[in-house]
């Protein structure tokens, strides 16, 4: 059984950083496309960062430049560090898996920017 | 970007009646759409790719039509299961993949 579950949320001061995990079972996160999607309270679904089996990376353009996605094979995680946090980061941060569409989601985790 | 358009934003429907949602896409993205469910509180879950196949597990009462810039979901009889926040996202032109802004279904 497919499994995403997603950690490391929070409330953050803007400004501030934080490292989002996504611990996977049930398959293998190297072998799939990965991707970080969010969804801000009450507003609909924003994709935010892929990374592909063969480890190349792409952002959202609202993320450029802050945000990395990366992967730990030997944990079968998926992370996504966070800097420089503003107040429209707030979401919650999903973890899918998908090439093209997303047929797996974990149960998401809440980052709160807010001093 | 392919900008993603849903309508109507909010689908006012009573038990037992079909439902149309409609997405639009800025240009053409073939047959690679996808609908989403999304219920409050909880995950969305994928119910339609390739804008009319069905994911696993989701009823016959669900189904998916259209290609290039225009598709709809049609739910035929609503269940009360139903009521949710539905959403399309393409998958042609990625990165970024963009989604539409979500159609509520609610109770009449």
């Known amino acids: 059984e497919v499994q995403l579950v997603e950690s490391g949320g929070g409330l953050i001061q803007p400004g501030g950083s934080l490292r989002l995990s996504c611990a996977a079972s049930?398959?293998?996160?190297?072998?799939?496309?990965m991707s970080w999607v969010r969804q801000a309270p009450g507003k609909g679904l924003d994709w935010v960062s892929v990374i592909y089996t063969g480890g190349s990376t792409y952002y959202a353009d609202s993320v450029k430049g802050r945000f990395t996605i990366s992967r730990d094979n030997s944990k079968n995680t998926l992370y996504l560090q966070m800097n420089s946090l503003r107040a429209e980061d707030t979401a919650v941060y999903y973890c899918?898996?998908?090439?093209?569409?997303?047929?797996?989601w974990g149960q998401g985790t809440l980052v709160t920017v807010s001093s | 970007e392919i900008v993603m358009t849903q309508s109507p934003a909010t689908l006012s429907v009573s038990p037992g009646e079909r439902a149309s949602l409609s997405c639009r896409a800025s240009?053409?993205?073939?047959?690679?759409l996808a609908w989403y469910q999304q219920k409050p509180g909880q995950v969305p879950r994928l119910l339609i790719d390739g804008a009319s196949t069905r994911a696993a597990g989701i009823p016959a009462r669900f189904s998916g039509s259209g290609s290039g810039t225009e598709f709809t979901l049609t739910i035929s009889s609503l269940q009360s299961e139903d009521f949710a926040v539905y959403y399309c996202q393409q998958y042609n032109n990625w990165p970024p993949w963009t989604f539409g802004q979500g159609t509520k279904v609610e109770i009449k």
């Open positions: 240009q053409s993205v073939g047959s690679n």
């Open positions: 899918a898996r998908g090439y093209g569409y997303f047929q797996d």
């Open positions: 049930g398959f293998t996160v190297s072998s799939n496309y």
